[in-house]
């Protein structure tokens, strides 16, 4: 996809700045949302990079958010609850879901004024969720994600988020989005590179909850920045999925199926 242009949103995130950063090497004109008065001091510039400030996407009037969208071949979205006490318990408790929602209601929105191409909305999920044709989870698994469900609102926010893209946009509610929902597993905090990683449209038993599958969000960010500006072949083969995004050990590492060469 030649000279594409990205809404991004949650560019400020550890995950959205390096997904911004590939965005630009491949080089998309982003327009990042932020919720700030101005740019973060540690924005790369670019003429490429339109920043969009006091932009708050729950707070925003749909058509506003649709202006945004408009011209746009993707919306990139990878914000989430920060890692505080009140972002794991506080409001907005679904925060992703909204957004994700507004984000989709946008799209289509412009879509179907402008009669034009699908707009391709690729947000950021979690392995923990589950996604129709995965592995079968094993007796513990279910405990612990039950346990988690129960205990951890943002993680049930990614789960209303992958049940509406399945459920609603999915079954054609809204035409003129495609969508893939990336699931990494857990971040690595010790790689700061581009792995060699593993993407697959349905999880494998080998990224099961307690196999050691972590990856960089290095990783994450290639894999979501290239979704974004693929060509039409290779979006074709991701969207409408969940791709589950991890990391193997050397042991495993032969059973690859995308990798940062192929990209
Ligand atoms: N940690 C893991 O192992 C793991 C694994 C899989 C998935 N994930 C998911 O990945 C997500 C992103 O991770 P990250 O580390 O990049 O997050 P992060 O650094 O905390 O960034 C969060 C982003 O969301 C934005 N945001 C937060 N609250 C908002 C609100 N109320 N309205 C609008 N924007 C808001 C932030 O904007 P501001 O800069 O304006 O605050 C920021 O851009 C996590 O939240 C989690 O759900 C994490």
Same mark, same amino acid.
């Given at each position: 996809?030649?000279?594409? !242009?990205?809404?991004?949103?949650?560019?400020?995130? #550890?995950?959205?700045?390096?997904?911004?950063?590939?965005?630009?090497?491949? +080089?998309?004109?982003?327009?990042?949302?932020?919720?700030?008065?101005?740019?973060?001091?540690?924005?790369? &510039?670019?003429?490429?990079?339109?920043?969009?400030?006091?932009?708050?996407?729950?707070?925003?009037?749909?058509? &506003?958010?649709?202006?945004?969208?408009?011209?746009?071949?993707?919306?990139?979205?990878?914000?989430?609850?920060?890692?505080?006490?009140?972002?794991? /318990?506080?409001?907005? /408790? #679904?925060?992703? !879901?909204?957004?994700?929602?507004?984000?989709?209601?946008?799209?289509?929105?412009?879509?179907?004024?402008?009669?034009?191409?699908?707009?391709?909305?690729?947000?950021?999920n979690?392995?923990?969720v589950?996604a129709?044709?995965?592995?079968?989870?094993?007796?513990?698994?279910?405990?612990?994600?039950?346990?988690?469900?129960?205990? %951890?609102?943002?993680?049930?926010?990614s789960m209303h988020c992958a049940r509406y893209l399945n459920?609603?946009?999915?079954?054609? @509610?809204?035409?003129?989005?495609?969508?893939?929902a990336?699931?990494?597993?857990?971040?690595? !905090?010790?790689?700061?590179?581009?792995?060699? /990683?593993?993407?697959?449209?349905? #999880?494998?038993?080998?990224?099961?909850?307690?196999?050691?599958?972590?990856?960089?969000?290095?990783?994450?960010?290639?894999?979501?920045?290239?979704?974004? !500006?693929?060509?039409?072949?290779?979006? @074709?083969?991701?969207? +409408? &999925?969940m791709?589950?995004? /991890?990391?193997?050990?050397?042991?495993?590492?032969?059973?690859? %199926?995308?990798?940062?060469?192929?990209?």
């Amino acid at each position: 996809m030649p000279s594409s !242009t990205v809404l991004l949103v949650g560019g400020t995130g #550890r995950v959205g700045r390096l997904v911004l950063n590939e965005l630009l090497d491949r +080089g998309a004109t982003v327009r990042a949302l932020v919720r700030s008065s101005s740019a973060p001091a540690d924005f790369p &510039t670019s003429d490429r990079l339109h920043i969009i400030p006091n932009a708050s996407i729950l707070d925003m009037p749909l058509p &506003t958010l649709s202006e945004h969208a408009r011209g746009c071949s993707a919306i990139v979205c990878t914000l989430g609850h920060p890692p505080t006490l009140r972002g794991i /318990y506080g409001a907005p /408790y #679904r925060l992703v !879901t909204d957004a994700t929602r507004k984000l989709s209601e946008a799209a289509a929105q412009v879509a179907s004024r402008a009669g034009s191409a699908p707009i391709r909305l690729v947000v950021l999920n979690s392995l923990g969720v589950n996604a129709p044709g995965d592995a079968p989870r094993t007796f513990g698994e279910r405990i612990v994600l039950a346990l988690v469900s129960a205990l %951890v609102p943002p993680f049930r926010d990614s789960m209303h988020c992958a049940r509406y893209l399945n459920d609603k946009v999915g079954k054609d @509610a809204l035409s003129g989005i495609e969508w893939a929902a990336v699931r990494p597993s857990t971040f690595a !905090t010790s790689v700061h590179e581009v792995e060699q /990683y593993s993407a697959a449209k349905v #999880r494998p038993s080998e990224a099961g909850l307690f196999a050691p599958t972590d990856i960089s969000m290095e990783s994450i960010a290639h894999f979501m920045a290239m979704l974004a !500006t693929a060509d039409e072949g290779t979006w @074709a083969e991701w969207r +409408g &999925t969940m791709p589950a995004l /991890y990391c193997v050990k050397p042991a495993s590492a032969a059973a690859a %199926v995308e990798s940062k060469k192929e990209a």
